[in-house]
């Protein structure tokens, strides 16, 4: 069974930065990446994407977080970062890693579209 763990939330001061980490455990044949994103959900909200990278190497940013936020992977710790610069109190969430094993995740965040999801971590960013 295949999990996502994040780490690397916390508080912060606005124009701050933050690094996520999401660390991919057990078998990877039994479910095969193809994507892997960051989502966030603030309360009363619905969950959407910020950044997600295809196995391909295209990224999709939300137009929100372009130029602050930045996406990678290290394959070889099956890990996958979310560097947060120039952090801004409406950046405040519960942040999610995701991974999907669907096609369409190479050209859309759309929530429906990811399939294995960790469990979050808080980012809180004070103005």
């Known amino acids: 069974q295949v999990q996502l763990v994040e780490s690397g939330g916390g508080s912060v001061q606005a124009g701050g930065s933050l690094r996520l980490s999401c660390v991919t455990s057990?078998?990877?044949?039994?479910?095969?990446?193809?994507?892997m994103g960051w989502f966030r959900q603030a309360p009363g909200k619905e969950r959407e994407g910020v950044a997600s990278i295809y196995i391909g190497g295209s990224i999709i940013y939300a137009d929100s977080v372009k130029g602050r936020f930045a996406i990678s992977q290290d394959n070889a710790k099956n890990t996958v970062y979310l560097q947060m610069n120039s952090l801004k109190p409406e950046d405040t969430a519960t942040y999610y890693c995701a991974a999907s094993n669907l096609w369409s995740c190479a050209s859309t965040m759309a929530v429906a579209t990811w399939t294995l999801w960790g469990q979050g971590t808080q980012v809180t960013v004070a103005s």
């Open positions: 057990g078998s990877e044949y039994s479910y095969s990446r193809i994507c």
